[in-house]
């Protein structure tokens, strides 16, 4: 592992337990993050998409330690962390959240709910703390009169803005945006895009930033990877990406883009508009019943990790 590496995913896995029935038996196992293998640098925003559903935020909150790993290595900085209690415990990595009104504790005021990680990380004395809230509010674009409010007294671009201070309160060096502009007007979207941007300069952060807009992850992100059914299916450059897709499920992605001219119809590349069931996925290659390249060996043997070029790789027996 190169010095570069902040954060990095070796061969992850996490699965549910399903269960179902009367006396709730667990009759399955749902594996919403299969043998992931991810490096993350310093200072670079790396985007994660794919369809909803695909496991991108349960990889997020494996990072954050929101989730327990059923296999593989999680290694932060340089040294492999023991358990999801040691990330929970860091201040290195914080959450935004995709909901920010969900996410923001109603019952507190802004002050209150800024200042609880500084508290719990025993920052400073009460006068330090509130120094640092009105700080915080400041880097995001609010003032020192939000301090006594609720959350339901703001708008949803606010919101988030608040839930961003809190993520950047005990200056973290990586944070994960989970679907963090999703949930916004168009217009609102572009003001949190560029704050993310103006943080990330200032404060020298790097980002996990997961969405299924390719459109936001184009303008913010330098590298992307791609999930599908809990696997990453390519990881490249963001210009190589766009200009160069390889793997027919990322080219499925970037034709569904809207096209903002209403004599042009977007094509769709994918033969089956539904994806197969998490529980009892396909043999061979995860993609190979929608994908519209597929060969016959695509049903019957697992794809290998392919290197196509410096920075661009690809699960496909297509660059096999």
């Not at 991810?38 to 496991?55: A, H, I, P, Q, Y």
């Amino acid at each position: 592992m190169t010095d570069n590496i902040y954060l990095s995913f070796k061969n992850v896995s996490k699965a549910f337990p399903v269960k179902t029935g009367t006396w709730i038996k667990k009759t399955a196992w749902l594996k919403a993050v299969d043998r992931v293998s991810l490096d993350l640098k310093k200072g670079e925003t790396m985007g994660l998409v794919g369809e909803s559903g695909c496991g991108k935020s349960t990889l997020g909150k494996i990072a954050c330690g929101l989730e327990k790993i059923s296999q593989g290595t999680v290694i932060l900085d340089g040294e492999e962390v023991g358990s999801s209690t040691d990330l929970l415990k860091s201040r290195k990595i914080q959450m935004i959240f995709q909901d920010p009104f969900s996410s923001l504790n109603p019952r507190q005021k802004i002050e209150n709910i800024i200042s609880e990680p500084l508290k719990i990380h025993k920052f400073g004395s009460r006068a330090d703390i509130r120094h640092k809230v009105i700080e915080l509010l400041d880097k995001v674009g609010l003032s020192q009169s939000h301090t006594s409010r609720y959350a339901h007294e703001f708008s949803g671009g606010q919101r988030q803005r608040i839930a961003i201070a809190r993520a950047i309160a005990l200056d973290p060096d990586m944070v994960i945006c989970d679907e963090p502009v999703s949930a916004l007007d168009v217009s609102v979207q572009a003001q949190i895009l560029k704050l993310l941007k103006k943080l990330q300069k200032d404060l020298n952060l790097s980002y996990m930033f997961i969405s299924h807009d390719l459109s936001v992850v184009k303008y913010l992100c330098s590298r992307v990877a791609v999930m599908y059914l809990g696997q990453l299916m390519e990881t490249a450059d963001k210009n190589d990406l766009y200009n160069n897709p390889c793997h027919p499920y990322t080219k499925a992605l970037l034709a569904s883009i809207p096209i903002p001219d209403p004599e042009i119809k977007s094509r769709s590349l994918i033969t089956s508009s539904e994806p197969p069931n998490p529980l009892d996925p396909p043999q061979g290659c995860y993609f190979h019943p929608r994908c519209p390249e597929k060969m016959d060996i695509c049903d019957q043997k697992k794809p290998k990790w392919t290197e196509i070029s410096s920075g661009q790789s690809v699960r496909c027996f297509l660059y096999e």
